[in-house]
């Protein structure tokens, strides 16, 4: 199993910018699709952007253009990093981790973004 953690959340302020970091513990990191989901208040959580061991990207259309998802497989890292961040933006982040078959999924604990003035 992977272990998850997120780091770089915080808050910032309307059209600003962060980058959110995600460390992947295990030993079979390269065979995972890694991915971003954020979770806002009273709302589903919902895919932000995934990516897969060779670099093809998703993206939702509320993030496309703004985001972008990249991975360091020699690290075992993936990251997010969000442009223009606006309001809509504000919710916890959760960094995922599962097989293309979906068979085996790993979650991180989840890190608060707020973007406000």
């Known amino acids: 199993q992977v272990q998850l953690v997120e780091s770089g959340g915080g808050l910032v302020q309307p059209g600003g910018s962060l980058r959110l970091s995600c460390a992947a513990s295990?030993?079979?990191?390269?065979?995972?699709?890694m991915g971003w989901y954020r979770q806002a208040p009273g709302k589903q959580r919902e895919l932000v952007a995934t990516i897969t061991r060779d670099g093809s990207t998703n993206y939702a259309a509320s993030v496309k253009g703004r985001f972008t998802i990249s991975r360091d497989n020699a690290k075992n890292t993936v990251y997010l990093q969000m442009d223009s961040l606006n309001a809509e933006d504000t919710a916890v982040y959760y960094c995922n981790a599962r097989r293309p078959d979906f068979l085996l999924q790993a979650w991180g604990q989840g890190t608060q973004i707020t973007v406000s003035s």
């Open positions: 295990g030993s079979i990191f390269n065979t995972y699709v």
